[in-house]
């Protein structure tokens, strides 16, 4: 599937409010001192037509992911921390991909017995297992 960043002042501000909330209650929780910065994306979906409707064609060059389902979320760590939630998906869903996300930052900025994790898939999981344990009412922190 293929996925395209979305200019950030396309996203409600409620959605970006959010996403900045939960990322830094979650970095707080973890003890990561940098803020990571937070981007969008979208894929071909209803929602994503209807952007591009409204807001015209302005996505940059995107990436090919070859995996079953929606991509939620993605850090990257080119030079600065990233991390990309995806524009069109419930408020919900964004919140826990934005703290699984940042349990991918501490599972690479500290690597310590907990942590150090060298396979993919077993750091999905703890990144799953930790958006799972997330309070997330504590996001006013």
């Known amino acids: 599937m293929n996925y395209f960043e979305v200019d950030p002042a396309a996203v409600d501000d409620e959605r970006r409010r959010v996403a900045e909330r939960t990322l830094a ?5 973890l003890g990561i001192g940098l803020r990571p910065a ?7 979906d209803d929602w994503d037509r209807e952007y591009v409707a409204r807001w015209g064609s302005h996505f940059s060059d995107g990436w090919t992911i070859d995996e079953p389902g929606v991509l939620e979320g ?6 600065d921390t990233i991390v990309w939630l995806r524009a ?3 408020l919900s869903e964004m919140r826990i991909t934005a703290v699984h996300e940042a349990a991918h930052i501490a599972i690479r900025a500290e690597p310590g017995p907990a942590w150090s994790v060298p396979d993919w898939r077993r750091q999905e999981h703890m990144a799953e297992a930790y958006a799972a344990a997330f309070d997330y009412r504590e996001e006013g922190r």
């Open 88 to 90: 069109g998906a419930a």
């Open 38 to 44: 937070v981007r969008w994306f979208s894929e071909e």
């Open 74 to 79: 993605r850090t990257t760590f080119d030079g």
């Open 25 to 29: 209650s979650a970095c707080h929780d």
